[in-house]
């Protein structure tokens, strides 16, 4: 619920622009990949690669939820590392313990699905543009996870399982993707739906894209290669994050001037 002195907090996430989904889709291709390179080309396994990615996690969001409000780095920080594990928790699961794909995508479709629930049913809102409490940021960034968690179970049972290959997958997701916006643009399709949804079918999109540029091509990829895919991601990402932070500063010196 809102008290009188919360409705005066800042908003602790970004508002959804072009710049926001491009650096998301940027941050969960990022995810894909480097998950791949700590794990297997570095020789870490998914074991250490998932404990010591965690370790890095839970610094970076204690940094995000000591600053009270939207500050681009610490917010993209969290964000880019949060994909990451959210990649390594479905690779634990299915190569690990040998949790199938299809189990793994209806798990965190539950998961997410009792996350919604208990998030709405403690604020009556799932709104992105209000999250300024502890309360409504734990559940948001709990809701990232899944959302992350359950991409990539997706995205993997399309493209491996289904044997559909990463770029029928990723086109098969950008078109879903494109009929949400379409629906939300001329059909008035709620728009917190509406950002749910393409926010969990971006990471599918995204991963399927990073497969395709740094798998093998005797395997569907191009054969980049995971390092040269996560740095050429890593450094967009740097980029835009670093425009965000001049725009934010540049917005903030001017609100002290109006105030």
């Known amino acids: 619920m809102i008290s009188p002195d919360d409705s005066l907090e800042p908003n602790r996430v970004p508002d959804v622009t072009i710049d926001f989904w491009l650096i998301k889709i940027m941050a969960v291709t990022m995810g894909e990949t480097a998950a791949d390179y700590l794990a297997v080309n570095l020789g870490l396994g998914l074991t250490v690669t998932s404990l010591i990615m965690t370790g890095v996690l839970i610094v970076a969001l204690a940094?995000?939820?000591?600053?009270?409000?939207?500050?681009?780095?610490?917010?993209?920080?969290?964000?880019?590392?949060?994909?990451?594990?959210?990649?390594?928790?479905?690779?634990?699961?299915?190569?690990?313990?040998?949790?199938?794909?299809?189990?793994?995508?209806?798990v965190f479709s539950v998961a997410l699905a009792l996350t919604f629930a208990a998030w709405y049913a403690s604020e009556r809102t799932l709104s992105i543009h209000t999250i300024f409490t502890t309360r409504r940021e734990i559940f948001y960034w709990l809701a990232i996870l899944f959302t992350f968690s359950l991409g990539t179970a997706a995205g993997d049972l399309v493209a491996e399982r289904f044997d559909m290959g990463y770029l029928t997958a990723g086109l098969i997701f950008g078109g879903v993707i494109a009929a949400i916006a379409l629906a939300w643009f001329f059909l008035g399709l709620n728009g917190i739906l509406a950002f749910w949804l393409a926010y969990i079918l971006t990471r599918p999109f995204g991963a399927s894209f990073g497969d395709l540029l740094s798998q093998p091509i005797e395997y569907g990829g191009m054969g980049f290669g995971t390092t040269a895919t996560s740095l050429t991601f890593l450094g967009c990402i740097v980029v835009i994050v670093l425009h965000m932070t001049l725009r934010n500063l540049i917005d903030e010196d001017e609100q002290a001037l109006l105030d």
């Open 63 to 106: 940094l995000q939820f000591a600053q009270k409000r939207y500050v681009p780095w610490a917010y993209w920080l969290a964000v880019v590392l949060i994909s990451v594990v959210g990649t390594l928790v479905t690779d634990n699961l299915v190569d690990n313990f040998g949790v199938r794909l299809e189990t793994t995508t209806i």
